[in-house]
T-cell receptor, first 109, second 120 residues
Framework: GIQVEQSPPDLILQEGANSTLRCNFS?????LQWFHQNPWGQLINLFY???GTKQNGRLSATTVATERYSLLYISSSQTTDSGVYFC???????????FGDGTTLTVKP | EAQVTQNPRYLITVTGKKLTVTCSQN?????MSWYRQDPGLGLRQIYY???????DKGDVPEGYKVSRKEKRNFPLILESPSPNQTSLYFC???????????????????FGDGTRLSIL
């Protein structure tokens, strides 16, 4: 199956700093999502981005499908950005879905 | 409101007592899936369904059953729960049109709020 690697595993920032989270995947995909898991355990969909670039406020994401990676950018981080960020891909048959192990982000005031 | 609803949200039970976690979506999605999340192991797919009466195994199907008798519902059944099935479970759904193909598969998953199961 497809392997998904996220880096870094842990990230500690001061409020106001910027960060880049990376997701590498081992095979062709046509379906990629970034999620934020909040302190209550809910998975919040940030971006659906199989290719290209999208922006939503302080967050943006870029996927380069031909090179098998995606990046999530967080600018001017806030304490409420803390949590775990997951990348998830689905294979080209769109059945099996694989999550990365996540990046745990801690933003300190 | 478009949503994926899981019940119960929390359950503590004992080994061997059959249980069912229900999942329902109101978005007329063809694709539905179950995941479990364990510390240090991320989210892993248990089963998925491309449409009514079509189900397939994910990466960790052992000890679980599913059924898809109608489009909106995809229950997860633990026939004889064991402590190693203590976990946080998520149900998800997405559009997936007939005939397969890349265009139909390009749809994001929508997740329920999760079910915390503790099996003693």
């Amino acid at each position: 199956g497809i392997q998904v690697e996220q880096s870094p595993p842990d990230l500690i920032l001061q409020e106001g700093a910027n960060s880049t989270l990376r997701c590498n995947f081992s095979d062709s995909v046509n379906n990629l999502q970034w999620f934020h898991q909040n302190p209550w355990g809910q998975l919040i969909n940030l971006f659906y981005i199989p290719s290209g670039t999208k922006q939503n406020g302080r967050l943006s994401a870029t996927t380069v499908a031909t090179e098998r990676y995606s990046l999530l950018y967080i600018s001017s981080s806030q304490t409420t950005d803390s949590g775990v960020y997951f990348c998830a891909v689905r294979d080209t048959n769109a059945g099996k879905s694989t999550f990365g192990d996540g990046t745990t982000l801690t933003v300190k005031p | 409101e478009a949503q994926v609803t899981q019940n119960p949200r929390y359950l503590i039970t004992v080994t061997g007592k059959k249980l069912t976690v229900t999942c329902s979506q109101n978005m007329n999605h063809e694709y539905m899936s179950w995941y479990r999340q364990d510390p240090g192991l991320g989210l892993r797919q248990i089963y998925y369904s491309m449409n009514v009466e079509v189900t397939d195994k994910g990466d960790v199907p052992e000890g679980y059953k599913v059924s898809r008798k109608e489009k909106r519902n995809f229950p997860l059944i633990l026939e004889s729960p064991s402590p190693n099935q203590t976990s946080l479970y998520f149900c998800a759904s997405s559009l997936y049109g007939p005939g397969t193909g890349l265009a139909h598969s390009n749809q994001p998953q929508h997740f329920g709020d999760g079910t915390r199961l503790s099996i003693l």
